[in-house]
């Protein structure tokens, strides 16, 4: 399998979930479009463009050859973003992106306590203070404060 | 013309006096800096800092918010070449051969030549301003819906017809992208779109976590776990400035990213994002070496750096001189202008000469500060890239939630950039292109509109398409595009019947 043929697969699934999904909408008509309307014609060009990419991507690389070898950190950066995400608002702003830029360089990237401790402190207490305090820009202090 | 240059210089009087100038100076630092921050684009600057101004009068009020637009452009360019992070859509083609000389240790040349090119840009667009406002902003207003989708339509025609990879890839991405920015509340029938019950998804999808994913993020998804990381780059003083070579090939590209972003910047809407992306398309249509663009081509810095503040001035021309804003930031603009008094529109140039005037002077004034400013600061800036890459990512990763979050304080908002990190990884590994999907979800919303209201306006008719002069030259621009694609597609078609036929 290509990397072209599996994009393509994956097009006219996008395609057809969207299509399936704005039955939930009138359609309306050629001349009175509905708010269905866009979205099908879209849905609609993206299968049509997702077989072209099938038929004509079979001298494409073959998927098996795309290196992955850097998933294991993306996996982990994946899921500080993700924890960021779910933490801002519980956890507040410093806590969370302390405990981001903590995870990120002493455990993924394994650096020395004073290099991550440093740069926690102005991650995460110095950017709060120029958006927050300086600019007025509200960040979330969470349960506890922070 | 000779009215014209008196009133310039009156309006010169007025903007180098010190209090004046002194503003235009604080609005373009303070600019430059809240511009450098991540996802704090030119309007979340204005916005942030307008109330700063009350206390002024008008003159100078104005006068620096320009120079906080102005400056937050210019400082949003810095984080797209040093970091990969556009601040808004106008600067992701920067994104893309910016970071690439960044990575080439030319970062220092790449944000001379921003700098250089938004001045030539600014300064030119400026004087177009001046003499062409009245009838250029006529001409804007020609621009109906139909106009208005024609144009639309043929700006992801361009950029995908001008993609290094296929057309067929491109349409693929743009129509990904038209898909997502139709989740949200539907403008004409107040249907809730593809929302799934998320009440912060009506307002659609935004533009800067979309941008932020699949460019920022999906980058350190790729960079941060290979083998060998990208090495420390310690630039030299002389490695800050442009070589002959990159001057010589940056020039033309500004000049024509300063009239591409020009005469697009008129047009009502967000048309102005369309300037860069068509900007960087041409540049690498008409380029001999086409297969630089995306490794750290000057021209695709040049160009769409040029266009997109050109197209800023463009911007003003139809808020000074009919008081109509075509863009989000001169709505601001225009609230800043009632919020001190002044009455917006044809006739502030005869009722408020120093002022329309004074503004208009420093506009150039503020374009020399801007470059004055930003050439000492490009050797600062690229100290960024000493930092070894394991300890940058983290900060630039904290730098971008925190920018994607700041916009709407929303968290939805840091969620859709953690998807979108993952689809632009992914797609980057499948070797598609991720500009079209943002250039597509900012159209989505004004194309489906634009259509919608023609048919409205001509009672469900498609030939409103046909019959109006600007909406047929457009489509008939699109039309030679498609063909023009399909070319090489018919000409192995011909190939294949010309091997079979019979000689005689």
Not at chain 2, 49 to 76: E, F, K, Q, S
Not at chain 2, 256 to 274: D, E, K, Q
Not at chain 2, 307 to 322: D, E, I, R, W, Y
Request: glycine share 12%; net charge positive; proline share 6%.
């Amino acid at each position: 399998m290509t990397v072209d043929r599996v994009a393509g697969v994956t097009l006219v699934l996008m395609g057809v979930v969207t299509v399936w999904e704005s039955r939930a909408f009138p359609l309306g008509t050629l001349q009175r479009p509905g708010p269905a309307y866009a979205p099908v014609v879209v849905a609609a060009l993206l299968i049509l463009f997702g077989v072209a990419v099938f038929a004509m991507g079979g001298r494409a690389r073959r998927l098996a050859e795309v290196g992955w070898g850097e998933w294991r950190h993306a996996v982990a950066i994946f899921g500080s973003c993700a924890f960021a995400a779910w933490g801002l608002e519980r956890l507040g702003y410093r806590l969370t992106m302390a405990v981001v830029v903590l995870f990120l360089l002493m455990i993924v990237e394994r650096k020395g306590w004073a290099l991550g401790i440093a740069l926690t402190v102005v991650m995460a207490w110095g950017s709060f203070f120029v958006f927050d305090t300086m600019l007025r820009v509200p960040l979330p202090r969470g349960l506890f404060g922070l | 013309m000779l009215e014209t240059l008196q009133n310039l210089a009156l309006g010169f009087q007025v903007a180098l006096t010190p209090g004046v100038l002194w503003y235009g100076f604080i609005g373009c630092l303070v600019g430059t800096l809240v511009g450098v921050l991540p996802g704090v684009g030119p309007l979340a600057g204005i916005s942030l800092l307008l109330p700063a101004t009350y206390g002024l009068d008008a003159t100078r009020a104005l006068v620096m918010l320009a120079g906080i637009y102005y400056g937050a452009m210019y400082g949003g360019s810095t984080t797209s070449i040093l970091m990969r992070i556009p601040g808004e859509a106008a600067s992701v083609m920067t994104c893309i051969d910016g970071y690439a000389m960044a990575r080439k240790g030319r970062a220092g040349p790449a944000l001379t030549i921003a700098a250089v090119g938004s001045y030539v840009a600014g300064t030119v667009s400026v004087v177009a301003l001046m003499f062409l406002a009245p009838p250029l902003a006529d001409f804007a207003l020609r621009f109906g819906p139909p106009e208005y989708f024609a144009l639309l339509l043929l700006g992801l025609l361009v950029l995908a017809y001008m993609n290094t990879g296929s057309m067929l890839k491109g349409l693929a991405m743009a129509a990904l992208g038209l898909l997502l920015g139709m989740i949200g509340i539907d403008q004409m029938s107040g249907y809730f779109r593809f929302a799934y019950g998320v009440t912060e998804l009506g307002d659609g999808i935004g533009v800067v976590p979309v941008a932020v994913g699949l460019f920022g993020l999906a980058e350190i998804l790729l960079t941060a776990g290979q083998k060998d990381p990208p090495a420390v780059i310690r630039p030299r003083l002389r490695d800050l400035l442009p070589s002959r070579q990159e001057w010589r090939d940056a020039h033309l590209p500004i000049w024509r990213g300063t009239g591409i972003g020009f005469l697009i910047g008129i047009i009502p809407g967000s048309a102005h994002v369309i300037s860069t992306f068509v900007s960087y398309a041409i540049e690498r249509k008409i380029s001999k070496r086409p297969e630089e663009f995306g490794k750290g081509a000057v021209a695709g810095v040049a160009g769409p750096e040029s266009a997109n503040n050109a197209a800023t001035s463009g911007a003003f021309v139809p808020m000074l001189a009919l008081g109509v804003p075509g863009v989000p930031v001169a709505a601001l603009l225009l609230a800043a202008m009632m919020v001190h008094g002044v009455t917006p529109g044809p006739l502030l140039i005869q009722q408020d000469p120093r002022l329309f005037w004074g503004f208009i002077a420093s506009m150039y004034v503020g374009n020399v500060i801007l470059l004055i400013l930003n050439l000492p600061l490009v050797g600062l800036f690229v100290n960024l890239l000493r930092v070894p890459y394991p300890v940058l990512y983290p900060i630039v990763l904290v730098c971008s939630i925190l920018g994607v979050y700041a916009v709407n304080s929303s968290v939805v908002d840091v969620w859709i950039m953690l998807g979108m990190g993952v689809v632009g990884y992914v797609l980057r590994k499948l070797d598609f292109e991720t500009a079209p999907i943002v250039l597509g979800l900012v159209l989505a919303p004004m194309m489906e509109l634009s259509l919608r209201q023609s048919l409205a306006m001509s009672a469900g008719s498609y030939a409103i398409f046909v019959t109006r002069p600007i909406s047929v030259i457009l489509l008939v621009i699109g039309l030679i595009l498609v063909i023009l694609a399909l070319r090489p597609l018919i000409s192995r078609t011909l190939d294949w019947r010309a091997r079979l036929a019979v000689d005689t």
